[in-house]
């Protein structure tokens, strides 16, 4: 989906349906301009677990360096 909207537009195109690994990230980042991540790690800092947050955050990030850098 975020191919045709770039097709049709010349405004930045954000992902953020399903982004919660490092492996969906870059999935989702080889046809759009950004990706959100949001549930992945709201969830795991309502659980009180912001260990998990930054980890799934240093995931994506490392993720999205190796693949696009």
Do not use: C, T, W
């Amino acid at each position: 989906m975020a191919r045709s909207v770039k097709e049709q537009s010349d405004v930045p195109v954000a992902v953020g349906f399903g982004i919660g690994s490092g492996e969906a990230a870059v999935e989702a980042a080889v046809n759009a301009d950004a990706v959100i991540v949001g549930s992945a790690v709201v969830k795991k800092l309502l659980e009180h677990d912001l260990e998990a947050a930054a980890k799934i955050i240093a995931e994506i990030r490392a993720a999205l360096d190796k693949a696009y850098n």
